[in-house]
């Protein structure tokens, strides 16, 4: 089903409602998910900085570097035999 159609569809069962209650209801659940929707629109759109700092952006990230001796050690602790087709 389209999108369109799903709207239609909303718009003929909401023209076919009598009770203000239920209509109040869904005017409330409207409201509440547009909030929502702007909301995370909202922490999604930032301000993009002036200048590309490198180092303030790993400052900021609390960026670690790549230790490649750690990471020979913790290869050798593991002592794999099997072949990396095979581990593949």
């Known amino acids: 089903m389209t999108t369109e159609a799903i709207k239609l569809q909303l718009i003929r069962q909401i023209i076919s409602l009598n009770d203000v209650d239920t209509l109040v209801q869904l005017e409330q659940v409207f409201k509440i998910s547009s909030k929502k929707s702007d909301d995370i629109l909202k922490n999604l759109i930032k301000p993009r900085?002036?200048?590309?700092d490198i180092d303030a952006?790993?400052?900021e990230q609390n960026f670690t570097p790549f230790n490649r001796a750690k990471f020979d050690e913790f290869v050798k602790e593991l002592d794999i035999q099997e072949p990396v087709e095979q581990l593949l």
Request: net charge positive.
């Open 57 to 59: 952006l790993k400052k």
């Open 49 to 52: 900085r002036k200048k590309l």
